[in-house]
């Protein structure tokens, strides 16, 4: 089973967290969130508190398959602040393996930490002058290599539906996605 951690901050965006934790889970992955902060409770940008399954500091994440990073403000910048998060996202990054990020987190955490070098990647309109380095796309969602980015709230369930592709496999993607009426919603 495909292991990923959630990281989140002080201000995240709440669909681009929990919309994804809700579909990974749904499609069998081990999703856990970890609070950055130093409190189990993590409060999003517009003021819901989320209890995070555990602290950042009881983690170990060399058993990641995926680090997933929300956006939302200051979120995205409470997590770039958090220099144990950092370290986390360059020893995943220079293994290979799968980082995804979504909003302003792309270009205000990848970006500056220079994961997205020479990359493609999409990220909340406007945020896009940080991709010094990287190709903008400006697409819901731009896969490229390891690195997976999406746009902003709108684009979560497309997001967490190529996620669970990428973890998992396409038909338990297109499964879970017909389910929760995903493909209905947009004319499949």
């Known amino acids: 089973m ?8 002080n201000g995240f965006e709440d669909v681009e ?10 499609g069998g992955v081990d999703v856990v969130t970890v609070s950055t902060t130093d409190s189990e409770t993590v409060e999003s940008a ?6 995070a399954d555990v602290m950042f500091d009881d983690c170990d994440f060399a058993d990641a398959d995926l680090l997933m990073l929300p956006g939302g403000m200051p979120g995205a910048s ?9 370290q986390a996202l360059q020893a995943q990054f220079e293994a290979g393996k799968k980082i995804s990020a979504i909003c302003a987190a792309p270009a205000v955490v990848l970006a500056q930490l220079g994961i997205l070098d020479g990359k493609q990647a999409t990220c909340y309109p406007g945020f896009e002058q940080m991709f010094t380095t990287a190709d903008y796309t400006g697409e819901l969602v731009t896969v490229d290599g390891q ?3 999406a746009e902003g709230p709108a684009a979560a369930f497309p997001y967490a539906y190529e996620l669970l592709s990428q973890l998992v496999d396409e038909q338990t993607s297109d499964q879970i996605a017909e389910g929760m009426r ?3 919603l947009m004319g499949c």
């Open 2 to 9: 495909a292991k990923v951690y959630v990281f989140l901050a």
């Open 17 to 26: 967290a929990l919309i994804p934790v809700d579909v990974l889970r749904r």
């Open 46 to 51: 517009h003021g819901v508190g989320i209890r």
């Open 78 to 86: 409470n997590l770039y602040a958090h220099e144990g998060v950092c």
């Open 147 to 149: 690195i997976t980015t």
């Open 182 to 184: 995903f493909k209905h």
